[in-house]
């Protein structure tokens, strides 16, 4: 399930995936990466490209839409979890909003469809 879900990810424009750890972020956009599994790795990016990631699929024991009120907008994304419960990597939808901090609503319904298309549930096990 963790591969069908970062490939319906990788299907949207305009995503920024975060990995994120105590000493190190790394910020990865989309732009029509591939993405290929082999045993329990997945790699997101072409290994001979500039960017790529490798995720242990293994690790990954959920993921969690989230909205999140932030100051001045809503922030919205897709986080994924290792079986401590510590955040591995996220998936952020940017461009949500026009120069006006307006919502996009077209942008919006992107989530929103891929949280139906996964149940409507905030929390999905991966495995």
Same mark, same amino acid.
């Given at each position: 399930?963790?591969?069908?879900?970062?490939?319906?990810?990788?299907?949207?424009?305009?995503?920024?995936?975060?990995?994120?750890?105590?000493?190190?972020?790394?910020?990865?956009?989309?732009?029509?990466?591939?993405?290929?599994?082999?045993?329990?790795?997945?790699?997101?990016?072409?290994?001979?490209?500039?960017?790529?990631?490798?995720? /242990?699929?293994?690790?990954?024991? !959920?993921?969690? #839409?989230?909205?999140?009120? %932030?100051?001045?907008?809503?922030?919205?994304?897709? @986080?994924?979890?290792?079986?401590?419960?510590?955040?591995?990597?996220?998936?952020?939808?940017?461009?949500?909003?026009?120069?006006?901090? /307006?919502?996009?609503?077209?942008? !919006?319904?992107? #989530?929103?469809?891929?949280? %139906?298309?996964?149940?409507?549930?905030?929390?999905? @096990?991966?495995?």
């Amino acid at each position: 399930m963790l591969k069908q879900i970062l490939e319906d990810i990788l299907k949207i424009d305009d995503i920024l995936f975060v990995v994120k750890n105590q000493g190190a972020v790394s910020e990865i956009r989309n732009n029509f990466l591939p993405i290929r599994q082999k045993d329990n790795w997945i790699t997101i990016g072409d290994d001979k490209g500039t960017c790529h990631m490798h995720i /242990n699929a293994d690790n990954i024991s !959920k993921a969690r #839409f989230v909205i999140e009120e %932030k100051t001045e907008r809503i922030s919205y994304s897709v @986080m994924f979890f290792d079986k401590n419960d510590e955040r591995v990597l996220t998936a952020f939808f940017t461009k949500m909003y026009d120069e006006d901090k /307006n919502l996009n609503q077209k942008r !919006k319904s992107l #989530f929103d469809n891929l949280f %139906k298309k996964y149940g409507e549930q905030e929390t999905i @096990m991966t495995h």
